[in-house]
C-alpha cells in the first residue's frame, strides 16, 4: 500500500481545503486560495456569492472588497477583483505582483442581497491570493455576510 500521496491528490485536497476557505458565513471575512495551480490557463477565474443581509446591525449599504497577490513577483502577472449586483460593477486589483500589500479595496454600494465576486488575473502561472470582504452598512458598520463558491478553476 503507497501511502505517499500522487500530486493529482494533493491538488485536490488544495482545492477542497480552498473551497471550504470560502464558504463560510462569519464576521472573519477573508480568505486566500491559488488560482491556476499548474500555472496553464491564463483565464482561470473564481467566483463567489456574497450576501449582505441585516443581522441586527443595520441593513446593508454594500460591500467593500481588497485582494492581496501572495506569489513571487512575475512581470505582467497581476490578479484583480471584480464586484457586481444588479446592473452594477467595480473593480480593483493589485498592482504590484508579489509584494505584501493590499490593493486599494473598492465598495460597491447596492443594498442588501447577493453579490457576485470574481478573481482572476491577467496571464498563466499560479497565483495565490488573500481576499477581505465586508458588507457595511451606510454608516460604515459591519452587517451580516455570507458567501458560497461558485466556480473555482
Known amino acids: 500500500m503507497n501511502l505517499i500521496p500522487t500530486p493529482k491528490i494533493l491538488l485536490k485536497t488544495a482545492l477542497l481545503l480552498a473551497s471550504g476557505a470560502f464558504s463560510t458565513i462569519s464576521f472573519a471575512h477573508s480568505a486566500g486560495a ?3 495551480a499548474d500555472g496553464s490557463n491564463a483565464n482561470a477565474t473564481i ?3 456574497i450576501t449582505c443581509e441585516d443581522d441586527g446591525h443595520g441593513e446593508p449599504d454594500g460591500l467593500f472588497a481588497q485582494i492581496k497577490d501572495l506569489s513571487e513577483p512575475v512581470d505582467g502577472l497581476l490578479i ?3 464586484l457586481y449586483k444588479g446592473i452594477q460593477a467595480i473593480t480593483d486589483t493589485d498592482t504590484v505582483s508579489g509584494d505584501a500589500d493590499y490593493s486599494e479595496g473598492i465598495q460597491l454600494n ?3 442581497g447577493v453579490y457576485q465576486i470574481l478573481v ?3 496571464d498563466v502561472g499560479p497565483r495565490t491570493f488573500d481576499v ?3 458588507c457595511m452598512t ?3 458598520d459591519h452587517t451580516g ?3 458560497i463558491l461558485r466556480q473555482f478553476q
Open 110 to 112: 447596492a443594498g442588501p
Open 47 to 49: 467566483l463567489a456569492a
Open 138 to 140: 451606510e454608516d460604515h
Open 34 to 36: 491559488t488560482t491556476d
Open 145 to 147: 455576510t455570507g458567501i
Open 80 to 82: 484583480s477583483i471584480q
Open 120 to 122: 482572476n488575473k491577467t
Open 132 to 134: 477581505i470582504w465586508h
